[in-house]
């Protein structure tokens, strides 16, 4: 039996079930990173504000960009 394995067509990058805030955390906990009090911020404004997948990873992403 074959797997077809899919990729978004706008990024390009491959189709995965998104793993989610909880387990996210989990990782970088294990990797002994943590997010700073302004990047939490930044993350849970956009979630506020609906934004889900691609958009909410091209919102957070411009937050960062240097201006």
């Known amino acids: ?14 189709v995965t079930k998104p793993i989610g ?7 970088t906990a294990v990797e ?6 302004r990047s ?3 993350m849970t ?7 889900k997948g691609e958009a909410l990873r091209g919102a957070i992403t411009g937050k960062f960009k240097k201006k």
Not at 1 to 14: D, I, L, N
């Open 40 to 42: 939490s911020d930044i």
């Open 32 to 37: 002994g990173m943590s997010l700073s009090k």
């Open 45 to 51: 404004n956009l979630e506020k504000s609906g934004l």
């Open 21 to 27: 805030r909880s387990k996210a955390a989990k990782f």
């Open 1 to 14: 039996m074959s797997k077809v394995t899919q990729k978004a067509a706008s990024s390009g990058r491959f």
